[in-house]
């Protein structure tokens, strides 16, 4: 039986660079000749899929409350854990997550406003102690965030990105918080810096390569 894989998870918000430097993370694991899934939340799953698109961009996601919003993000991590997950770090593949339960935590109990107790439980429901070893948080500011999302997707915005500042400030913030209470796990970077410099920072405190 092989030894259980890695669970690296990625968070922040809008334009924050995740996808980038997943890309990069993998590429380099990949080298090392290692097996790595990507997931991406919502979504991952046939089912999530469907989910993903009710959430973000179906005429029917508008009028969802937050309690909703909360259940729907919650009942794709759910499918995703036990479809996807569990079992690559159970055959000793690394899982890298574009977004896991920590955006739960911060869009819906803070963002918002649903509260961190309501919000655990769902979240505990959904990932059953599948949890992250390694959180890495890409720290960026509203402004930055607004015109780096500007200019992708043809500038059409989806639901989420139709919040005002207040809630990416409050997103940000609850980022933070988060990480600094769980210094163990997080890893929180500039993301303002260069994709170099900051796949860099990652490689050698995820991997412990220096660069
Ligand atoms: P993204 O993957 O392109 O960043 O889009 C996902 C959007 O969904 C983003 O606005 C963050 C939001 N989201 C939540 O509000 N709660 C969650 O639990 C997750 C996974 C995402």
Redesign the pocket.
Known sequence: MSARGRFITFEGS?GCGKSTQIARLKARLEGEGREVLLT???GGTAAGEKVRDL??HAPEGEGLTAEAELLL?AASRAQLVREVIEPALARGAWVLA??FLD??TV??GVGRGLGAEAVATVNALAVGGCLPDRTVLLDIDVAESRRRIAGRDGGVA?R??REPDAFFERVRRGYLELAAGEPGRFLVIDASATPDVVEAQIASKVLGVEG
């Open positions: 809008e991406r939340e919502p959430l973000q993000f574009d977004r955006s739960t869009y819906q989806d989420m990105e």
